[in-house]
């Protein structure tokens, strides 16, 4: 219900709730691989667009999916410090860029990178953080998902 409440945009729309479904899959099939902290990961897939105001250019939203995770951290997420910490870098950091972090930061990232196909964007292999996301066929199964 608080995702519902908190949620400006379209809930089906290309960062609602069928993106963050399809990211906690990627995530979770990752991890199995790469040995990242599942609840993170999880937690990751539904709380970092969140925050968006649009659908397009929204430099901020990495930081208001923070500030969310912050709030609701041992109320509405059972979430440690540490996996906290991982939490806020992975969403802080996910429209970035960036190729290296913590593996589990990593996986997140890969996870919402793997769902790019729904917005017209096949997913490139050198963006990917981590070996199994490169994977043809993880990169291939997630691309063919995100079209959907």
């Not at 901020?60 to 500030?67: I, P, S």
């Not at 990178?113 to 997913?123: A, E, F, S």
Request: hydrophobic residues 40%; contains cysteine.
């Amino acid at each position: 219900m608080y995702a519902r409440n908190e949620f400006r945009l379209d809930w089906d729309g290309i960062h609602g709730a069928p993106h963050w479904a399809r990211v906690r899959h990627n995530g979770l099939l990752l991890a199995e691989h790469t040995g990242a902290n599942r609840r993170v990961v999880e937690y990751f897939a539904f709380i970092h667009d969140l925050g968006r105001h649009n659908d397009g250019y929204d430099p901020e939203h990495g930081h208001r999916a923070v500030d969310i995770a912050r709030q609701i951290a041992g109320d509405l997420i059972e979430i440690s410090g540490e996996e906290l910490d991982l939490l806020v870098e992975a969403c802080s950091g996910h429209s970035d860029g960036h190729l290296t972090a913590d593996v589990t930061v990593m996986t997140c990232w890969d996870a919402d990178r793997l769902d790019l196909g729904r917005v017209g964007i096949r997913p490139d292999p050198d963006r990917l953080c981590t070996a199994a996301a490169r994977k043809s066929g993880v990169l291939n199964a997630a691309y063919e998902r995100s079209l959907r």
